[in-house]
């Protein structure tokens, strides 16, 4: 308590300002500066240049269904889906926050995913012989993966932040993300083709470590916007539902062609089938009534997907992945049952969608399955050049053995935890300030502050109902008719 008061004591905010960044004036002017950035970093990468023709001929390439486009299009269509629509939806059961739900996911994911391919590429994909980023296909998905990080994060301050301070929060955190990225793939050499570490811990604990910062003790005045409805709740089912198809793609969307992309997709197949039989059993278990509660149907189904993710397309074997599945479902599950109301009512974190029960809690056991995973493998299992291709034990790393693999996806996890919890400390320090705009406590979670709204149904005047007047006059005149008789 202490250290949060001393935080926030650093960065307190002063009570009178007449300053406010205006969205348009965001919008505009980070569109520009994308436009004059790209003119200057970006180019495309041989397969999508038109000297593809050339590249062909020289590499003895036989065919344009050689191309990449070809093997990483339908993975990247998959993933776009969950990050636009999954996502988007996921956040509508909010009684009235659904226009904000879908559309500033739209906004943040859009805005996002241009500064992670320039950010991403001044780490991985510069050509030192011009300078330039050259984007691909992989690129793209990898963009998505960025922006996904964010979107996590968006759950833990859904329906408090304003907008802009939406946008602020994603350009730190897609910076965050491609050092933290680089850092554990690159320079650490953890694996982590489903992103557990990389994206579902970073991305929840640092949101869960802004909403911390943003700590709002007077929220209890917008607490009855703080909910669902029956019809906002099957949105969210919509949203859940792709996700939950998707997944597979998700995780093995960058792994390598062949047999690591199919044991990854298998492997998230299996889990997050897993998942929702625990799911329901212990959602029905935990209500006197035995019936099923919603928030953990939308959110806990989904938590194999992220525990799997790191050690997808390791030999996990499909029992393994059982197991994962089954274990994530229970403790996801609880997680929302009594884990979220201890986070609000002892550790002042307000955590509006349950990040830390879907992308959280599952994303370190993803974290430490893949560590153990990593550490247990053996050429008996993989094979010798099974194993070289799985951990890519290449170049610097030949001489790389399971054991100290192990360790260093341990490390990754450390990395991701720690870039997490301090960029979220810091990022919330600066989204204190005054100038942002944010809600008043007794406006979260309504659309009406930021959006036109359409006129309510219950305030339309009821309209005559012809059939019904019809009949009504029908049935006063045969009733005049019988007294006259």
Not at 137 to 166: H, R, T, W
Not at 255 to 265: E, K, L, P, W
Request: some cysteine; hydrophobic content about 45%.
């Amino acid at each position: 308590m202490g250290c949060r008061q001393s935080f926030r004591q650093c960065c307190d905010r002063p009570k009178n300002t007449n300053v406010r960044i205006s969205l348009p004036a965001v919008c505009f002017v980070w569109q520009i500066a994308m436009i004059i950035l790209f003119g200057i970093f970006i180019r495309y990468d041989q397969e999508s240049d038109a000297h593809w023709a050339e590249y062909r001929k020289f590499r003895n390439i036989s065919s344009d269904i050689e191309n990449d486009f070809y093997f990483r299009y339908p993975s990247f269509q998959d993933v776009h889906v969950m990050i636009f629509v999954g996502f988007g939806f996921l956040m509508t059961f909010l009684k009235r926050y659904s226009f904000s739900a879908v559309g500033f996911n739209f906004l943040i994911a859009a805005f996002g995913l241009q500064w992670a391919l320039l950010m991403q590429g001044w780490f991985q994909s510069l050509d030192p012989m011009d300078g330039k980023i050259k984007i691909s296909m992989e690129s793209l998905i990898n963009a998505d993966f960025c922006v996904a990080s964010c979107l996590i994060a968006y759950g833990a301050v859904l329906g408090k932040l304003s907008p802009v301070q939406l946008m602020v929060m994603t350009l730190f955190g897609i910076t965050l993300y491609a050092v933290e990225e680089f850092i554990i793939l690159n320079l650490i050499h953890a694996r982590d083709a489903g992103g557990s570490m990389v994206i579902h811990t970073f991305g929840a604990y640092y949101g869960l470590s802004i909403s911390w910062m943003l700590y709002r003790p007077n929220l209890d005045q917008s607490k009855r916007l703080n909910g669902s409805v029956y019809h906002s709740d099957v949105f969210a089912m919509i949203g859940t539902l792709f996700l939950w198809m998707f997944w597979p793609s998700f995780n093995s969307a960058i792994t390598d062609h062949g047999d690591g992309q199919h044991r990854a997709a298998i492997n998230t197949y299996l889990a997050l089938a897993s998942t929702v039989l625990t799911t329901v059993a212990i959602s029905s278990l935990s209500q006197k009534t035995g019936k099923l509660d919603m928030v953990h149907i939308q959110n806990s189904t989904l938590a194999g997907g992220v525990a799997v993710g790191t050690a997808a397309e390791f030999m996990l074997m499909p029992y393994g992945s059982l197991i994962i599945g089954f274990c994530c479902g229970i403790i996801s599950t609880l997680g929302y049952i009594y884990i979220t109301p201890f986070m609000e009512k002892y550790l002042k974190i307000q955590d509006t969608c349950g990040i830390h029960n879907l992308h959280a809690m599952p994303g370190v056991i993803g974290g430490i399955v893949g560590a153990v995973t990593a550490a247990a493998a053996s050429e008996g299992v993989y094979g010798k050049e099974g194993l070289i291709n799985t951990f890519d034990f290449t170049g610097e790393w030949k001489d790389m053995v399971p054991s100290r693999q192990g360790g260093l996806q341990a490390a990754g996890l450390c990395v991701a935890l720690c870039f997490g919890i301090g960029g979220g400390i810091i990022v919330g320090c600066i989204l204190r300030m005054p100038i942002w705009g944010d809600a008043p406590d007794d406006n979260c979670f309504d659309d009406e502050l930021y959006w036109e709204l359409p006129e309510d149904e219950e305030s339309i005047p009821p309209m005559d109902n012809n059939h019904m007047r019809n009949r009504d006059v029908t049935e006063s005149h045969f009733s005049m008719e019988q007294s006259q008789n």
